[in-house]
């Protein structure tokens, strides 16, 4: 049973513009939250995190909200560049072992 | 430089047979995972181990088979029993006291031929 889900396998943004991408998960249990960019045949490239704490993590280009009441957290890209084309995780953990609970994926496509 | 190695990078195996793919790691990280991608899905986890001689089952173990007997290596074998090898593997490790620290290898892509 998926309890990290990505909806939008693939999303199209124009260069410079707002890239939203986003994620709902069932296990309130969660407690991190991760985004992964990813390439084929490699490892995933950590981004950024939240904890449960928090409703807002920022670095960078990259802001991460959670909203924990409807079991929902977004990644923001601002500006969106080409270099930023890949597939994007989203990813949850919860104690004890903090396993990652990966979603399917959203392919961000960034157009010049 | 500190960081997980996976080897090999590709690794090809016929029907039938056994195969553990290795997963190094000089990070001095206590727990260590391991991941399967297909095509078109996210990473599912096969094993995790927090802490030496001791590992726990993913959603989907069957098949595979783990290791813990030093800190630094976490290998995975791919056993006969597993209907459908072929696959992305990754490996990952992650300090005690950091939730979300994790390092990732660069994977193994396993082909049954």
């Known amino acids: 049973d998926q309890q990290v889900k990505q909806n939008s396998p693939s999303l199209s943004v124009q260069e410079g513009r707002i890239s939203i991408l986003n994620c709902d998960y069932t296990n309130s249990m969660f407690d991190y939250f991760l985004w992964y960019k990813k390439y084929p045949a490699e490892g995933p490239t950590f981004l950024i995190s939240?904890?449960?704490?928090?409703d807002k993590n920022e670095d960078g280009r990259f802001t991460v909200f959670l909203n924990k009441s409807a079991k929902h957290l977004s990644l923001h890209i601002v500006p969106s560049q080409p270099g930023d084309s890949a597939v994007y995780f989203c990813a949850a953990s919860a104690p004890p072992g903090y396993a990652l609970n990966f979603g399917k994926g959203t392919s961000l496509l960034v157009t010049p | 430089d500190g960081g997980i190695t996976q080897s090999p990078k590709y690794l090809f195996r016929k029907e039938g047979q056994n195969v553990t793919l290795s997963c190094e790691q000089n990070l001095n990280h206590d727990a260590m995972y391991w991941y399967r991608q297909d095509p078109g899905q996210g990473l599912r986890l096969i094993y995790y181990s927090q802490i030496v001689n001791d590992f726990q089952k993913g959603d989907i173990a069957e098949g595979y088979s783990v290791s813990r007997e030093k800190k630094e290596s976490f290998p995975l074998t791919v056993t006969s029993a597993q209907k459908n090898p072929t696959a992305f593997y990754l490996c990952?490790?992650?300090?005690?006291?950091?939730?979300?620290?994790?390092?990732f290898g660069s994977g193994t892509r396993l082909t049954v031929v």
């Open positions: 990952a490790s992650r300090p005690r006291q950091a939730a979300a620290g994790y390092t």
């Open positions: 939240i904890s449960s704490i928090k």
